[in-house]
């Protein structure tokens, strides 16, 4: 299912801080959301950044578990 502003998915909770998933690694701060259903904010080429950290943190489609249906 294609990634889109406002959707919502589930990250997975088997990420490692430092290791790459796609572009970017997960990193200590994305960490609090391990596991946790978030809301997509801004889709990018190759990431994409969610609300709940304020577009803080550059997110990657292997980094989620299951998108979810609003």
Same mark, same amino acid.
């Given at each position: 299912m294609k990634l889109k502003k406002g959707k919502r998915v589930? /990250?997975?909770?088997?990420l490692i801080v430092g290791k790459y998933y796609g572009e970017y690694d997960w990193s200590?701060? *994305?960490d609090d959301?391990?596991?946790?259903?978030?809301?997509?904010?801004?889709? /990018?080429q190759d990431s994409f950044t969610i609300v709940e950290?304020?577009?803080f943190c550059n997110y990657t489609?292997? *980094?989620v578990d299951k998108v979810l249906f609003p």
């Open positions: 589930r /990250l997975r909770n088997d200590d701060t *994305m959301f391990s596991g946790k259903e978030v809301t997509i904010s801004t889709v /990018l950290d304020l577009g489609r292997e *980094m």
